[in-house]
């Protein structure tokens, strides 16, 4: 099983609908998650982390953890052409708290 | 300068070439980080750093020789590397390595072996 798993996508979401990435997570001693962009050829940027159960909201973006059902997500609100990237989940996992990454959700925004 | 920086950002060589890539944080930060990108593959964790000792070395190959200076400078020296190590590699640091600090990324460096 991977530590951190996303669904590779592509997933595709019309202009101004709320787009939904999902992101999974083995380790029940995580504690730190985190989502990041990345655009084609360029390097990862980060959008939200999140520690505690429940919603955060930062602009467009919520994040939602849930740490019972080791499962965090991202919530992308009325989605522009610009959000179109791979989108990446992090999780801090296993007894050296490394940075797991997920192999990314593409997302494309369709005008 | 902000933020990470990485040189070069595009490299080619053979596989019995010497080559060195380069990281500088300007954020004032204790901890940095080596990361490979494959194509198609999650970021992989190479080399950790943290006030400028290595704390991590995820079985990576002994081609691959990370250098830290001092907490501004990261260095990954390649020598004798296969076709397989083309990827992209990502430099990243963070305040220090407790659990919930986030990591800032450079640009990357495009790596083709031939």
């Known amino acids: 099983q991977k530590e951190v798993e996303q669904n590779s996508g592509p997933l595709s979401v019309p202009e101004g609908a709320i787009a939904s990435l999902n992101c999974t997570y083995s380790d029940r001693g995580s504690q730190s998650f985190f989502w990041y962009r990345q655009y084609s050829g360029k390097s990862p940027e980060l959008i939200m982390s999140i520690y505690s159960n429940g919603d955060k909201e930062d602009g467009r973006f919520t994040a939602q953890l849930n740490k019972a059902s080791q499962y965090v997500s991202l919530l992308i609100r009325d989605s522009q052409p610009s959000d179109s990237a791979t989108y990446l989940c992090a999780v801090n996992t296993g007894s050296a708290r490394q940075l797991t990454f997920g192999s990314g959700t593409q997302l494309t925004v369709l005008p | 300068e902000t933020g990470v920086t990485q040189t070069p950002r595009h490299l080619v060589m053979g596989m019995t070439n010497k080559k060195s890539l380069k990281c500088e944080q300007h954020?004032?930060?204790?901890?940095m980080y080596w990361y490979k990108q494959s194509a198609k593959k999650p970021l992989e964790l190479m080399f950790v750093y943290n006030f400028k000792e290595q704390t991590e070395n995820n079985s990576v190959p002994s081609r691959f020789s990370p250098e830290c200076p001092n907490s501004s400078h990261l260095f990954l020296h390649l020598h004798t590397l296969q076709p397989e190590d083309s990827a992209l590699y990502l430099c990243?640091?963070?305040?220090?390595?407790?659990?919930?600090?986030?990591?800032?990324f450079g640009p990357g460096t495009r790596l083709l072996v031939l």
């Open positions: 954020l004032g930060h204790n901890a």
């Open positions: 990243a640091s963070s305040q220090d390595r407790r659990i919930q600090e986030t990591q800032y």
